[in-house]
């Protein structure tokens, strides 16, 4: 008989302690590879997001600065892309088990994406280990987690403001933190970050997609609709400098960022 996919990604996605996160997830993964999870309804989701003690969460405006001239500075800076990764596979696992009834590809899109988050959070704390710090050293911010609280009811909500805005961010972020790391010549940690913008093109790309099927589905203009939840959610507005080239193979179109262009 089979196991319960939702049973699954709800301790997944409940355990607090790090091993025991990326064990789950992985086992998930491959437990979702060989046929061994079952797409079923849950009666009663009560989802909790686990998460260790530390770092201890503040507003992103109490965050340090992260200069990585310095190599606290450095280690600040690659602590805060761990951070990211880690609550990446905790939105990942969300994405799947906050929303039954989807087509089975949806679930087998985004438990993919926990377990590429996951190994994207593994060689990154690999890195900030290699550097003399780990996960939970510094103080980090829970904007995206934020967000995914508030698009919690809306499974359209959820693709457009997590995937297709906030972690298009990082499509944009990603090559000017790679020449900061240069500059200092950390060509090691930008060499990761190349593993990492990589995947997250395709993770962006498939809340690109998703969006879009489901604006389909709703009768519904994609692109003004994302628009559209950026004012209704109050959502921080794509900024300048994009990365177009990622952007594009991501799934937005030249006419799209040229309409999110002009609020600027």
Not at 51 to 65: C, F, I, S, W
Not at 134 to 142: E, I, L, V
Not at 215 to 244: H, Y
Request: glycine letters at 6%.
């Amino acid at each position: 008989m089979k196991d319960s996919l939702f049973a699954a990604l709800s301790a997944a996605l409940a355990a607090e302690k790090i091993e025991q996160k990326t064990a789950l997830t992985v086992t998930l993964s491959e437990n979702w590879a060989a046929g061994r999870l079952l797409v079923d309804i849950p009666a009663n989701p009560q989802l909790i997001c686990g998460r260790p003690a530390k770092p201890e969460l503040v507003a992103p405006g109490q965050v340090q600065q992260r200069n990585p001239q310095s190599p606290e500075g450095r280690a600040r800076l690659l602590h805060a892309i761990v951070h990211i990764e880690f609550s990446a596979i905790n939105l990942a696992l969300d994405h799947a088990a906050r929303f039954p009834g989807m087509p089975t590809q949806y679930y087998a899109d985004w438990i993919g994406v926990a377990a590429e988050e996951a190994y994207h959070f593994r060689i990154l704390r690999e890195r900030l280990q290699s550097l003399g710090h780990d996960y939970g050293d510094f103080p980090a911010h829970a904007g995206l987690w934020e967000m995914a609280e508030k698009t919690a009811g809306d499974v359209l909500a959820r693709m457009a403001l997590v995937p297709r805005l906030l972690e298009a961010r990082g499509l944009d972020a990603t090559p000017p933190i790679q020449r900061k790391l240069e500059q200092v010549g950390d060509h090691e940690s930008a060499r990761l970050l190349d593993i990492i913008l990589r995947d997250e093109i395709g993770h962006v790309g498939l809340g690109d997609q998703w969006f879009r099927r489901l604006c389909a589905e709703r009768g519904l203009d994609a692109e003004n609709t994302f628009r559209q939840l950026l004012i209704d959610f109050k959502a921080p507005w794509p900024s300048a400098p994009m990365n177009e080239s990622a952007r594009l193979a991501a799934g937005f179109t030249l006419a799209e960022l040229a309409a999110l262009r002009k609020k600027e």
